[in-house]
């Protein structure tokens, strides 16, 4: 009963890259979340926190990483186990990516932190952090539930998700240019937002990787734009 | 175990059938999971389940021997016996989330409530990759190493804010198996934002107007005095002002209060074809004096869904109210109810369009914000407070909905709410 051993020590490898990465997603969400909330209340205490916090991820990265090749060296899996273990590589470089983003943004709460801005910004970032987490939510949880046919709904969130950023751009170079005193501080925002949308990509990337590996396709590519008004959608679907 | 689905069932099946051949242990190791939680604070849900869980208990002390019970196959049928009696259907008759799962960290088994918290959770699902909030995973990874944790309060952001206080314990032969049980804190949260929230929002948007006011009586009392003219106009002022605080508190106390229950009674069903029909009859005298006609088109879909009749009536009320007060000029507003194709179940989709200016293109992504306005002195002008739209999506998201807005200047806009379909038929009243 050799190969019982063989195969549960491989399932094992498996489970534990699994694991760690399930680590690292609720560990870059919540340093975004709690970015977004230093941000908001300008919390600087938090905002050092979550700078922190970040070496956390680029630890994980590398070891996810280490485990894959030597998983790959020992076992040569082939097939789902093969897109298993590749997935987990490219996953955990995009959620390390996401903690980049959010340390930054929380490192711009500290630079900002002296000087008061309108409060409908911090709802606009707020409402744009809303959506991305949602997202990178929405995509973690497909990873363990490995429900694929959630999957094709997120493309369109990604496009609200831009559209509110664009809103929040023009928003923010407005007050940049009716007050000069303004740009130092709008600057810093307008790279929060842009941190935030970029957040809403990654989990995007990530939803294209999961569908990979569950399904051996690529994602099918963009859906046909309806027309030309402008559209956007809020709440989220029902999970069932 | 391997990561494929496949391979999680089988193993599974195994486990939900030892759960099952444990019960009787189940049972009594639930109840004093029970005990724990409703010492730990007033639960008095527990309580009913304590109490319903020691009579379980006590019914199957006496269970007599199965050989006995094959001697005497009359009394057996008529007690319902420990082999009728089950702790899946024991929790799903709770209203508070319970799972079990295995030492390996997968789910066994999740009640009603666990499911409707957190969505499907089939058996094989790795608990550590649903629940990855570092406090939540370093709880569970003590249990599964075979330390009991202290409570702790699981926090769930999305979609809905829900807070959890969350107990664990070992049960069965063995203690191999785990059970969490949540208790939701949720409220008690959200009474505490609620006031936050309200202070704040209420402060921002009631000082202008109050600000106004208080100004015009000081006018009033010093320079125009007097001048029976000014004073007819001043007081005109303060009563449209006076007008705008008491709507804006009635908006901002009714978000509050949707805000505090986070999800709606999924057992009433509603006919929104109904609930638009008795919107645009309470509207058409408002439409008349805007100059506006209301069509409604159907084509005779199954609009039944699961939802708060008074709820929806808001949400229908708002967007066509909307439509009639800022798409005036388009003189028409139609009401679409077809059947939804964009989301992943089977929706309805209700379109409420005008014909109006529309709106620009970069405000759209953010007209469901509180207080956000597109053209404030239009808005002030149709006696709007900013949160209309904020209690449509509100109310939608609560119900797994989705508001979806198209708009092209000059040619009007359309607000689509989409609400997932229920089968039911809808309850009377």
Same mark, same amino acid.
């Given at each position: 009963?050799?190969?019982?051993?063989?195969?549960?020590?491989?399932?094992?490898?498996?489970?534990?890259?699994?694991?760690q990465l399930?680590?690292?997603?609720?560990?870059?969400?919540?340093?975004?979340?709690?970015?977004?909330?230093?941000?908001?209340?300008?919390?600087?205490?938090?905002?050092?926190?979550?700078?922190?916090?970040?070496?956390f991820?680029?630890?994980?990265e590398?070891?996810?990483?280490?485990?894959?090749?030597?998983?790959?060296?020992?076992?040569?899996?082939?097939?789902?186990?093969?897109?298993?273990?590749?997935?987990?590589?490219?996953?955990?470089?995009?959620?390390?990516r996401?903690?980049?983003?959010?340390?930054?943004?929380?490192?711009?709460?500290?630079?900002?932190?002296?000087? @008061?801005q309108?409060?409908?910004?911090?709802?606009?970032?707020?409402?744009?952090?809303?959506?991305?987490?949602?997202?990178?939510?929405?995509?973690?949880?497909?990873?363990?539930?490995r429900?694929?046919?959630?999957?094709?709904?997120?493309?369109?969130?990604?496009?609200?998700?831009?559209?509110?950023?664009t809103?929040?751009?023009?928003?923010?170079l407005?007050?940049?240019?009716?007050?000069?005193?303004?740009?130092?501080?709008?600057?810093?925002?307008?790279?929060?937002?842009?941190?935030?949308?970029?957040?809403?990509d990654?989990?995007?990337?990530?939803?294209?990787?999961?569908?990979?590996?569950?399904?051996?396709?690529?994602?099918?590519?963009?859906?046909?734009?309806?027309d030309?008004?402008?559209?956007?959608?809020?709440?989220?679907?029902?999970?069932? | 175990?391997?990561?494929?689905?496949?391979?999680?069932?089988?193993?599974?099946?195994?486990?939900s059938?030892?759960?099952?051949?444990?019960?009787?242990?189940?049972i009594?190791?639930?109840?004093?999971?029970?005990?724990?939680?409703?010492?730990?604070g007033k639960?008095?849900?527990?309580?009913?389940?304590?109490?319903? @869980?020691?009579?379980?208990?006590?019914?199957?002390?006496?269970s007599?021997?199965?050989?006995?019970?094959?001697?005497?196959?009359?009394?057996?049928?008529?007690?319902?016996?420990p082999?009728?009696?089950?702790?899946?259907?024991?929790?799903?008759?709770?209203?508070?989330?319970?799972?079990?799962?295995?030492?390996?960290?997968?789910?066994?088994?999740?009640?009603?409530?666990?499911?409707?918290?957190?969505?499907?959770?089939?058996?094989?699902?790795?608990?550590?990759?649903?629940?990855?909030a570092?406090?939540?995973?370093?709880?569970?990874?003590?249990?599964?190493?075979?330390?009991?944790?202290?409570?702790?309060?699981?926090?769930?952001?999305?979609?809905?804010?829900?807070?959890?206080?969350?107990?664990?314990?070992?049960?069965?032969?063995?203690?191999?198996?785990l059970?969490?049980?949540?208790?939701?804190?949720?409220?008690?949260?959200?009474?505490?934002?609620?006031?936050?929230?309200?202070?704040?929002?209420?402060?921002?948007?009631?000082?202008?107007?109050?600000?106004?006011?208080?100004?015009?009586?000081?006018?009033?009392?010093?320079?125009?005095?007097?001048d029976?003219?000014?004073?007819?106009?001043?007081?005109?002022?303060?009563?449209?002002?006076?007008?705008?605080?008491?709507?804006?508190?009635?908006?901002?106390?009714?978000?509050?209060?949707l805000?505090?229950?986070?999800?709606?009674?999924?057992?009433?069903?509603?006919?929104?074809?109904?609930?638009?029909?008795?919107?645009?009859d309470?509207?058409?005298?408002?439409?008349?004096?805007?100059?506006?006609?209301?069509?409604?088109?159907?084509?005779?879909?199954?609009?039944?869904?699961?939802?708060?009749?008074?709820?929806?009536?808001?949400?229908?009320?708002?967007?066509?109210?909307?439509?009639?007060?800022?798409?005036?000029?388009?003189?028409?507003?139609?009401?679409q109810?077809?059947?939804?194709? @964009?989301?992943?179940?089977?929706?309805?989709?209700?379109?409420?369009?005008?014909?109006?200016?529309?709106?620009?293109?970069?405000?759209?992504?953010?007209?469901?914000?509180?207080?956000?306005?597109?053209?404030p002195?239009?808005?002030?002008a149709?006696?709007?407070?900013?949160?209309?739209?904020?209690?449509?999506?509100?109310?939608l998201?609560?119900?797994?909905?989705?508001?979806?807005?198209?708009?092209e200047?000059?040619?009007?806009?359309?607000?689509?709410?989409?609400?997932?379909?229920?089968?039911?038929?809808?309850?009377?009243?």
């Open positions: 009963m050799n190969s019982v051993h063989i195969v549960s020590a491989f399932d094992g490898d498996l489970k534990s890259i699994a694991d399930g680590a690292m997603g609720g560990h870059a969400e919540r340093m975004v979340e709690q970015a977004v909330a230093a941000l908001v209340n300008s919390d600087a205490a938090l905002a050092r926190k979550v700078v922190e916090d970040d070496a991820l680029d630890i994980a590398r070891e996810i990483g280490d485990k894959a090749i030597l998983l790959i060296a020992k076992r040569q899996p082939l097939a789902a186990d093969l897109r298993e273990v590749i997935g987990a590589i490219r996953i955990s470089a995009d959620l390390e996401v903690g980049d983003l959010g340390k930054n943004v929380a490192k711009r709460t500290v630079a900002i932190s002296g000087t @008061s309108p409060l409908s910004l911090f709802r606009g970032i707020e409402a744009l952090a809303e959506l991305a987490l949602t997202q990178l939510k929405d995509v973690l949880d497909v990873y363990a539930s429900a694929v046919e959630r999957l094709g709904y997120m493309r369109n969130r990604d496009d609200q998700i831009d559209a509110m950023y809103s929040l751009f023009r928003q923010l407005t007050y940049m240019m009716e007050d000069q005193r303004n740009i130092a501080p709008c600057t810093h925002l307008l790279f929060c937002a842009k941190n935030i949308e970029r957040i809403g990654h989990a995007t990337n990530i939803a294209e990787t999961i569908y990979y590996v569950l399904t051996g396709l690529q994602m099918p590519s963009e859906r046909p734009k309806d030309k008004t402008h559209a956007v959608m809020v709440g989220t679907a029902r999970k069932d | 175990m391997h990561l494929a689905p496949g391979r999680y069932l089988g193993a599974a099946t195994m486990l059938q030892r759960l099952r051949e444990r019960m009787g242990l189940l009594a190791a639930i109840s004093a999971v029970m005990i724990v939680a409703a010492g730990a639960w008095p849900l527990l309580t009913i389940g304590l109490a319903v @869980s020691v009579v379980l208990v006590a019914a199957l002390a006496p007599p021997p199965a050989g006995e019970a094959i001697a005497s196959p009359g009394a057996a049928s008529e007690l319902p016996g082999d009728h009696l089950s702790a899946a259907a024991f929790a799903a008759e709770l209203d508070d989330p319970i799972i079990f799962f295995d030492r390996s960290g997968f789910v066994l088994h999740a009640n009603r409530a666990a499911v409707d918290a957190f969505g499907a959770m089939r058996p094989g699902l790795s608990l550590l990759l649903r629940f990855r570092p406090d939540m995973r370093a709880f569970i990874e003590q249990l599964i190493a075979g330390e009991s944790p202290a409570p702790i309060d699981f926090h769930e952001r999305l979609p809905v804010e829900r807070l959890f206080r969350l107990s664990a314990a070992a049960i069965g032969q063995g203690k191999d198996l059970v969490l049980v949540f208790r939701d804190n949720s409220e008690a949260r959200r009474i505490d934002r609620m006031r936050a929230d309200f202070i704040a929002n209420a402060s921002h948007e009631l000082r202008t107007p109050l600000a106004s006011v208080a100004g015009f009586i000081d006018t009033l009392r010093g320079a125009a005095k007097d029976p003219k000014a004073r007819d106009q001043f007081l005109e002022i303060m009563q449209s002002q006076t007008g705008r605080m008491a709507r804006l508190i009635d908006d901002l106390l009714s978000l509050s209060r805000e505090m229950k986070p999800r709606v009674d999924a057992s009433s069903s509603v006919d929104v074809a109904d609930i638009v029909q008795n919107v645009v309470t509207l058409t005298p408002l439409a008349k004096e805007n100059g506006v006609s209301i069509e409604i088109q159907s084509d005779e879909v199954q609009a039944v869904i699961a939802g708060d009749k008074d709820e929806l009536f808001q949400v229908f009320e708002n967007l066509v109210e909307n439509a009639c007060k800022y798409g005036r000029t388009g003189e028409r507003v139609v009401i109810i077809v059947e939804g194709k @964009s989301g992943p179940q089977p929706e309805v989709d209700v379109t409420v369009t005008d014909f109006g200016p529309g709106i620009p293109a970069e405000h759209i992504p953010r007209i469901t914000e509180r207080f956000y306005r597109v053209d002195g239009s808005s002030r149709q006696k709007g407070t900013g949160l209309g739209l904020a209690i449509v999506k509100h109310i998201t609560r119900h797994g909905g989705r508001l979806t807005v198209k708009s200047p000059g040619q009007g806009s359309s607000f689509t709410a989409s609400l997932p379909r229920s089968n039911a038929s809808p309850t009377a009243g």
